[in-house]
Structure formats: C-alpha cells, structure tokens
Antibody
Framework: QVQLVHSGAEVKKPGASVKVSCKAS????????IHWVRQAPGQGLEWMGV????????IYAQKFQGRVTMTRATSTSTVYMELSSLRSEDTAVYYC????????????????WGQGTLVTVSS | NFMLTQPHSVSESPGKTVTISCTRS????????VQWYQQRPGSAPTTVIY?????PSGVPDRFSGSIDSSSNSASLTISGLKTEDEADYYC??????????FGGGTKLTVL
C-alpha cells in the first residue's frame, strides 16, 4: 500500500536549519511529484513547493525562495525538505503529499499525504 | 496573486445539508480546477473533491462540489450530515503563476 512516512519531530533554535524527510513506498517513486505543505498551530495550509523525483527539478513558493531546498534520493525513495534561517513563525507541522504524474501530465490534487513532522523553533 | 476566501466557520445539525463557499479573488474560477480537502483534528488532510466535482474512491456521495462563474466561487456541499463530518475544510486551486493556493479553511461544526 502507498505510504509516505515522515521523519520525527524536531526542535531547533532560531537561525538554525532543519531537514525533514519523507520516505515513499508502495508505488513507483519517480512517477509522482512530491509537494510540501506546512500548517502552523491553529492555522491553515500553506504550500511550500514541489519536487519531481525523476529529474529533481523543483518549484518553490515565492515566500520561501532562498530559504527552502527540496531534494531526493532515488535509491531510498526519500524526499527531503530543508528550511534554513529558522524563526519562531516557522513552527509548524510539515507535510509531504503526492500528486500523480504517471500519465504524462500531472493531476491537480494530492492523493496521499504523509503524517507530518512537527518542527518547533524556540530559543 | 489571487486568493481563495472561505467562511471561517459554519455549523449545522446532523442529517441536514451544509454548503461551504470558496471565492476566487481574481482570474476565472472555471479556468483552473478546484479541490477540497478535509482535515480532522490531529490528522493529515484528505481529498474529498477534486477537479471541481470529482470524488475520490471511498468518499461518500454525500459530498459534492460545484462552481459558479457568476460569483467566481466554488462550493462544497455535504448532505445528510454526520458527526464524523465535523472537520476543517480547505479549498485549493492554482494558476500558471501560483502553482498551488489554499483557502483559509472553514471549520464545520455538526451539532
């Protein structure tokens, strides 16, 4: 069955970086783009960016440009999201979510989500 | 830039029907598909409607989606409300400049 499994919760100090992983299983890793969406406590969903696991090309939301890096390791079917220069406002649950691109074009919705990783930024 | 505006909260009784709106600030609502996600407390979101009005397998037909070009909005309608439908609901769409945009979310209370 399809699974997206996140790495564990992180606590970071302001100014530090965090790298969250999302390990995929149960499907062809390179046929589905992986998006990252975050949710601050009590707040809504915020799209951060997307990576194509096949070619590793990425698109980042303008808000995070220069601070976020998304990468992948095809050998382990894992996608990574690194966010740098952390501040308290980055405290959130970070989700990876899958979009079907197996048919040559991509669908418009997430069909599977990971369970999320809580990142807490505190001095 | 465009925004998707949702009511902050709605409430309705079990067995009734509720509609949640999602208004697009600029650009045609009909031009780019709208999706709807349900998020129960403490859980990741799940898709209940995609491409304006399509239901993923496993989503009951009590959930339906539509768009209204005259008001430039999309709607999620849930009929025969159950207590398990109590959750936050988010609309989502996109355009060529903004790959994925979410609405602010609507808290549905079933009381």
């Amino acid at each position: 069955q399809v699974q997206l499994v996140h790495s564990g919760a992180e606590v970071k100090k302001p100014g530090a970086s965090v790298k969250v992983s999302c390990k995929a299983s149960g499907y062809t890793f390179t046929s589905y783009y992986i998006h990252w969406v975050r949710q601050a406590p009590g707040q809504g969903l915020e799209w951060m960016g997307v990576i194509n696991p096949s070619g590793a090309n990425t698109i980042y939301a303008q808000k995070f440009q220069g601070r976020v890096t998304m990468t992948r390791a095809t050998s382990t079917s894992t996608v990574y999201m690194e966010l740098s220069s952390l501040r308290s406002e980055d405290t959130a649950v970070y989700y990876c979510a899958r979009v079907d691109c197996s048919g040559g074009s991509c669908s418009n919705h997430f069909d599977y989500w990971g369970q999320g990783t809580l990142v807490t930024v505190s001095s | 830039n465009f925004m998707l505006t949702q009511p902050h909260s709605v409430s309705e009784s079990p067995g009734k029907t509720v509609t949640i709106s999602c208004t697009r600030s600029s650009g045609s609502i009909a031009r780019n598909y709208v999706q709807w996600y349900q998020q129960r407390p403490g859980s990741a979101p799940t898709t209940v409607i995609y491409e304006h009005n399509q239901r993923p397998s496993g989503v009951p037909d009590r959930f339906s989606g539509s768009i209204d070009s005259s008001s430039n909005s999309a709607s999620l309608t849930i009929s025969g409300l159950k207590t398990e439908d109590e959750a936050d609901y988010y609309c989502q769409s996109y355009d060529s400049s903004h790959p994925w945009v979410f609405g602010g979310g609507t808290k549905l209370t079933v009381l």
